[in-house]
DNA sequence: TTAGTTTTGACCAGTGCGGTCAACGGATGT
DNA sequence: ACATCCGTTGACCGCACTGGTCAAAACTAA
């Protein structure tokens, strides 16, 4: 990330960024294509050179800033004093949907550096952020979650993976449904419909994996 | 798919098909390489373009043998007189698993038609098939199933999609487990411990989703 | 006008693709 | 021994696209 870079309309800046977030989750490492990230952004090829080094510099560049955006707007806002699992569930899908909203492919660029990580061979220093990610990540759903309130004839895990499950399917669903009605861009108020089934389903689940003392409160 | 193919050793056919069905379903069509199908199968590439007139010619040879296995050694045997939920997730689950072991590429291969076919224009002939195919498989799970049996306080269509996404979640997580532990080939013995966990599951699926007279049945 | 900076797309070498084909080797019949 | 045939091969072709370069053009400011 050049200097040069730093010193554009932040307008412009943005258009390259989520051009190039978007090509590297979409795509991979390797499939990425520096010439669509360009004509995506509305730029030269000869632009981009000119800001970032090369493709691997790029991509570096975007890790840190991806990892800096979950950082400030998300994980830092997390409140890890709430014990209710469904409320703190509520609570992070809430602002994971904050931060889509302004950056809308650099969580899934994260997700996509973490899973397949094999494919871009990560300086060990970006290898050491991933795991501490990865270990803060995993814990949003536990630290500090009063697992009490759970029903007792089963596994405490079965029953949290059970809700993890159904909450990724009905986020997978989600997605297809929406690519599919075309809809592009999301205001609060387009999305709204879709939070009212979502609450409904917690709510559901509550009254599935919760102690029935807890349902009702 | 030449007459010379057909009068190949069995052997040397499944070598290819399974070659091809591997390389079409982890990349998709366009990504696929014939070289590397070529390679793989241990035939020159030659050899290849000799038995097939091309790379369309190849996967449309392949989609018609995946729907012929489907047929056969799926969708024929499931009892649909079988009216129990449970019963018969369990069985079709069962038959899957019977068809990825003789054929450990080809439902998967089917799946990757269905979900992207936008990647690759299929002839009008096979869009009708798949079509048809969609609704057998939306069906599997669905046609003459008493879901009376469910409970009535949650919307059974709702419990329904709860079920699929949580054995679909497992599915996925099972599959992320075994590619971690590199096991390549499974006999029946070394999937036992994993179907134990699988009819555990089945079963607290049951007693969450299923009143409670039908749950010790 | 001039000097300096930003932007561009034609261009380069490299890679991998689908597909071809002259040549090779082994079996067979004479 | 020779000729014929056929399954098989990998070097080879044209093509599409890649990451990256660079001279020239466009723009800005003095």
New binding site residues.
């Given amino acids: 990330m050049d200097d ?1 870079f730093k ?2 309309d932040s307008d ?1 800046q943005r258009r390259i960024l989520d051009s190039a977030y978007k090509e590297f989750s979409n795509k991979g490492y390797k499939q ?5 990230i360009a004509k995506e952004a ?6 981009l ?3 970032f080094t ?3 510099g ?1 991509f570096h560049d975007l890790v840190e800033e991806a990892f800096c955006i979950a950082d400030e707007f998300f994980l830092k806002k997390v409140d890890f004093s709430e014990t209710d699992f469904f409320i703190r569930l509520r609570q992070t899908s809430e602002l994971k949907w904050a931060v889509y909203q302004e950056h809308p492919h650099a969580l899934s660029f994260m997700a996509r550096v973490f899973i397949h990580s094999d494919e871009h061979n990560l300086p060990d220093k970006l290898l050491l952020k991933r795991t501490k990610a990865e270990h803060v990540w995993g814990s949003l759903l536990t630290k500090n979650i009063d697992f009490s309130k759970f029903r007792d004839d089963i596994p405490q895990e079965t029953s949290f993976n059970f809700i993890r499950w159904t909450i990724e399917g009905y986020r997978t669903e989600l997605e297809q449904r929406v690519k599919m009605e075309g809809i592009e861009v999301f205001t609060n108020q387009a999305f709204e419909p879709y939070y009212k089934e979502f609450y409904s389903y917690l709510d559901t689940l509550k009254k599935i994996y919760y102690k029935p003392e807890y349902t009702n409160g």
């Fill in positions: 040069a010193a554009l412009k990425a294509s520096t010439n669509r509305g730029i030269g090829k000869g632009t050179f000119y800001y090369n493709k691997e790029l």
